[in-house]
């Protein structure tokens, strides 16, 4: 956990007898869990338990980030519409032409 929250690039040598695993393990928790890395860092919590609440995180966001890239994809004609609304043009005949307010 101290490696991963230094930032300190891992480099399989026998310096540092940590796995590349448990360095990429304690980055995800890092990323998606900060809360829990104190508590990891003192023992109380220990990264294998730790790791899998921010992998379901993890996931969470991704999911979230790919359903928003869908439907950025799914809804782009309406998104034009509303930038060419909000750029100019009759802004008194509202988005759907129903002429003035």
Not at 46 to 72: C, F, Q
């Amino acid at each position: 956990m101290i490696l991963a929250q230094a930032a300190i690039q891992y480099r399989n040598n026998t310096e540092w007898p940590v796995s590349k695993q448990r360095v990429s393990n304690a980055r995800t928790v890092l990323q998606h869990a900060p809360e829990m890395v104190a508590t990891v860092i003192q023992g109380i919590v220990s990264l294998d338990a730790a790791y899998p609440t921010a992998m379901l995180r993890k996931e969470a966001t991704e999911d979230l980030e790919k359903r928003v890239a869908g439907m950025r994809k799914q809804f782009a004609d309406l998104m034009d519409k509303v930038r060419q609304n909000s750029s100019g043009g009759n802004r008194r005949a509202g988005w759907f032409g129903a002429g003035p307010l």
